[in-house]
């Protein structure tokens, strides 16, 4: 946890919330609930870190899935609460922000939401039988699908004079492309 108070610009643009300091700090005051929503509104929260897999490598050394094969979806280093504590002259705040849930698109007309982050496939001999909390399946091939990983994050703050509530959600977005292709076995001479 830091304290942006103490960064002098960061300070500076906060001051304008609160009055101007070289007339005594006359003017409009912050509350525990603005200085919260300031906070929030600075908080580095990363998009998400999309991991799929399986990635095969074709014969022609590029890298996706196969139809018919399923899909392991999860969220990677980017799911993790952030804390930030605030103090501006007699008020604090800490503002937490939590990842929730992650929606997945995948270009193919289908679409759905994962309560978490969904789970590592850490053991590549489970692959086919499906990941047990957010997964999918292609049944037709593309040089392109373009998946799209949309993560939630509930926003909480609590504040002096025992005050704290809920702030809107943030919902932020990364996508990528995952090429599926037809698996076909060859005959070959011994």
């Known amino acids: 946890m830091t304290d942006i108070g103490g960064n002098p610009e960061e300070q500076k643009r906060l001051d304008v919330n609160c009055g ?3 007339t005594g700090g006359r003017g409009p005051l912050i509350s525990t609930a603005g200085l919260a929503q300031e906070v929030a509104n600075q908080l580095p929260i990363p ?28 969220i990677g280093t980017t799911w993790k609460p952030l804390t930030q504590h605030t103090t501006l002259g007699q008020i604090w705040v800490t503002v937490v922000a939590t990842p929730t ?6 270009g193919d007309g289908t679409a759905i ?5 969904g789970t590592p496939l850490t053991d590549p001999s489970q692959g086919l039988r499906g990941s047990p909390t957010c997964g999918h399946t292609y049944k037709s ?3 392109a699908f ?15 004079g025992n005050t704290g509530g809920i702030l809107d959600p943030l919902n932020l ?3 990528t492309l995952y090429t599926v292709k037809q698996a076909r076995s060859q005959l070959v001479a011994p």
Request: net charge positive; hydrophobic share 35%; with cysteine.
């Open 20 to 22: 101007d300091p070289a």
């Open 47 to 74: 998009r998400p870190d999309l991991q799929i897999r399986p990635f095969t490598t074709y014969a022609d050394g590029m890298r996706g899935g196969l139809t018919g094969a399923p899909m392991w979806l999860w």
């Open 101 to 106: 849930k992650s929606s997945w698109s995948f």
């Open 113 to 117: 939401s994962c309560q978490g982050r």
């Open 141 to 143: 091939t593309s040089a």
């Open 146 to 160: 373009k998946i799209t990983a949309t993560v939630t994050w509930t926003i909480s703050w609590t504040g002096s």
């Open 173 to 175: 977005t990364n996508n």
